[in-house]
């Protein structure tokens, strides 16, 4: 069996962070560590370099685009895919946003365990 992929949720959502890691844990395929602050997200990305991660828009305090700015310009963290968590409700709000994003990876909330790992393994060629 492959080595599992490490993932990094980034959601201040606690329940939705409950349901998710443990869907994606019982695949077999994912080991989730799970953030529900931004700050503490990137302290996390830099200590365990995992290998793709998710990352909720709106948070409080720091902000996806924050976290994803800092990750991005820390080349230790520069690499690691980053797949955004959005609430908002239209492909056409989305698009929007990904051409002003630079054409990163997001995914509409609410989302399905299938769904995610879909998109989690496109991303990670898997």
Do not use: H, Y
């Amino acid at each position: 069996m492959a080595e599992k992929k490490k993932i990094l949720l980034i959601d201040d959502e606690k329940d939705l962070c409950f349901f998710l890691k443990a869907n994606l844990e019982n695949t077999g395929e994912f080991d989730v560590i799970v953030s529900n602050r931004g700050d503490k997200g990137i302290k996390l990305a830099q200590r365990e370099k995992p290998d793709l991660i998710l990352l909720d828009i709106l948070m409080p305090e720091m902000s996806g685009d924050e976290v994803a700015e800092i990750l991005l310009d820390n080349p230790a963290t520069a690499k690691i895919p980053i797949i955004f968590l959005t609430a908002m409700v239209t492909k056409e709000e989305i698009g929007n946003v990904v051409k002003e994003r630079g054409g990163r990876n997001f995914i509409a909330k609410p989302i399905t365990t299938e769904e995610l790992v879909g998109a989690i393994k496109k991303v990670l060629e898997i």
